[in-house]
């Protein structure tokens, strides 16, 4: 059986990028957050998802109970996939994993972020905090509901290039994860709106238009200091630049595009 680790932080959407990644490169078996995943069904160990406080999710998912390892190890055995995908938040996470599986050396490392945007890495985490949605890359109907008190809900299908059906992803909301960040949309607008007002570019701004999902975008209609003519370009660019950063620094996501559209110039 050839081994492959896929990492990277916590809540930067590893699982989401699982069915695509393992369809990709024809891996047929997945351990995911204690899960033993094959071509899509659970065929054995108990989701990290399932535990009620973060220390036993985390103590599940790296498979530190004796007869978890020993579902696990012996569906392995029974099934004889060619190929099985590890993922964890590390290298050394993976590592652990397949040695207290016994499943052999590691032959290849991937990473979320060669395959995923910073900017998406990061609406990724934000989900995660504000919402506490994860994502298992199995169908919701393989998902016990009682074991969730509050979400459980279908995600989305997996589709190959050829538009060929590869998986289906649930979103779950898992009992240890109670410590939600709330934003609403007007905090999102005003944060635009004191980047624009504290530029001297800007003489007046008109209207913010706002969407959040999949990645932030904002059209903002303003009135153009005249005086700042001469460098109407570069001075848009440096508003667009800064209007990102505040963003960044307010909610810990970036924008994929920001619209200025200059009404007037006073």
Do not use: W
Request: aromatic residues 10%; hydrophobic residues 40%.
């Amino acid at each position: 059986m050839e081994i492959y680790s896929f990492s990277g932080p916590s809540g930067t959407g590893k699982s989401s990028y699982a069915l695509e990644f393992a369809y990709q490169h024809a891996i047929e078996a997945i351990i995911d957050d204690g899960l033993l995943i094959i071509n899509g069904d659970i065929k054995g160990g108990t989701s990290a998802k399932f535990e009620k406080i973060m220390i036993k999710a985390v103590k599940r998912a790296i498979f530190t109970d004796e007869e978890h390892v020993k579902e696990v190890k012996h569906a392995l055995n029974e099934l004889q996939p060619k190929k099985l995908l590890i993922i964890g938040t590390s290298d050394k996470m993976t590592n652990l994993i397949a040695k207290r599986l016994q499943v052999g050396e590691i032959k290849e490392y991937y990473h979320i972020e060669n395959f995923r945007s910073r900017q998406q890495m990061k609406m990724a985490r934000f989900v995660r905090k504000t919402e506490g949605k994860h994502i298992m890359p199995i169908p919701v109907n393989q998902i016990q509901q009682n074991f969730f008190k509050r979400l459980v809900l279908k995600g989305f299908e997996i589709f190959s290039t050829k538009r060929e059906k590869i998986g289906e992803t649930a979103i779950v909301q898992p009992d240890f994860h109670n410590d939600l960040v709330v934003f609403q949309k007007k905090d999102f607008i005003q944060c635009i709106r004191k980047s624009c007002e504290q530029s001297k570019s800007v003489s007046e701004v008109h209207k913010i238009h706002f969407s959040l999902y999949p990645l932030p975008k904002t059209t903002i209609s303003i009135t153009y200091n005249a005086k700042e003519v001469e460098l109407l370009i570069e001075k848009t660019k440096q508003l667009q630049e800064k209007i990102n950063e505040d963003f960044n620094a307010c909610f810990e996501i970036e924008f994929e595009r920001i619209h200025i559209e200059i009404l007037h110039m006073v």
